[in-house]
């Protein structure tokens, strides 16, 4: 099998993009470039529909399966059988659980091959709150933000308040909206939180597009023994010795990869990795 995905049947397919928040900006060309294909971007639906990080409506399932969902109904939209589709969430980090996290997919739904492919993207998130009742505190938080290219979401008095408010671009906006909803609250405070959408979160615009990245660079890995797109790293196999007294450590000296249609594996020496830190070693640092 060649390693160029397009002799497989992408070269002139379209796919379509449904999209209401601007990631066809970032995902268009990585994917149009990486496979050859036309991306129509589709907005015939509101995704907000299936979940906003504002909490009006709650995400169902997970974020794999909104992912296919939204990619679905593009699909159906468009009248298409090839289909693409991104997801976002926000937590903490996996590492120490303390540093807001943001973790992307992207996914292609192919069905005419039944074939999903998902690329991936994670990293650290603007993501933060604050409930205020004092405009200079407000000012000093919308600034170490990013703000105006970072958005805020205010609502009066609390969290969970209906009375929300989007869209906000401006200073101007920004003060004026803070005053008026200052003096809706009961409690005279007014709860600020970054909009989590992605034309209003340049970080995570950013983070969609490597995503984006990653899928394309999936595709393009074909199965040895069937040919299918998404022959990737599923799997890490620990092992790496210690630098200092050779004994097996629990860092990642090999990587599985598989075959998202079939079930052949391959097992390979992750590059450029000999020995592990003594710092990571159960035997240095029992």
Not at 193 to 198: I, L, V
Not at 220 to 249: M, N, V, Y
Request: aromatic residues 6%.
């Amino acid at each position: 099998m060649g390693a160029d995905v397009q002799s497989e049947g992408y070269t002139g397919r379209e796919a379509v993009l449904l999209t209401r928040h601007g990631k066809e900006r970032v995902i268009v060309p990585a994917l149009e470039d990486a496979l050859g294909c036309r991306v129509y971007h589709e907005q015939g639906y509101d995704t907000d529909r299936l979940g906003t990080f504002s909490r009006e409506v709650p995400h169902a399932g997970t974020q794999l399966e909104a992912a296919r969902r939204k990619a679905r109904i593009g699909m159906e939209l468009a009248g298409l059988s090839l289909g693409i589709a991104s997801e976002g969430a926000f937590g903490p980090d996996p590492f120490t659980g303390l540093i807001p996290w943001n973790t992307e997919l992207v996914i292609l739904v192919d069905a005419a091959r039944e074939l999903e492919v998902v690329g991936i993207s994670q990293g650290k998130a603007c993501f933060a709150h604050r409930l205020e009742s004092d405009w200079q505190a407000v000012a000093d938080f919308a600034n170490g933000l990013g703000f105006p290219e970072q958005q805020l979401i205010l609502r009066p008095g609390h969290a969970e308040d209906p009375r929300i408010r989007k869209d906000i671009d401006s200073w101007s906006g920004l003060e004026s909206t803070f005053h008026e909803l200052k003096g809706q609250a009961s409690n005279g405070q007014v709860f600020v939180e970054t909009d989590g959408r992605a034309h209003a979160n340049p970080l995570r615009m950013v983070n969609i597009g490597l995503a984006a990245r990653n899928l394309g660079a999936r595709m393009r890995s074909l199965c040895p023994a069937c040919g299918s797109p998404g022959f990737w790293a599923i799997e890490r196999i620990g092992g790496l010795p210690c630098s200092d007294c050779g004994q097996p450590t629990r860092d990642a000296m090999h990587e599985v990869h598989g075959c998202v249609k079939c079930m052949h594996r391959v097992t390979r020496p992750i590059p450029e990795r000999e020995f592990a830190d003594p710092a990571h070693c159960d035997y240095c640092n029992p």
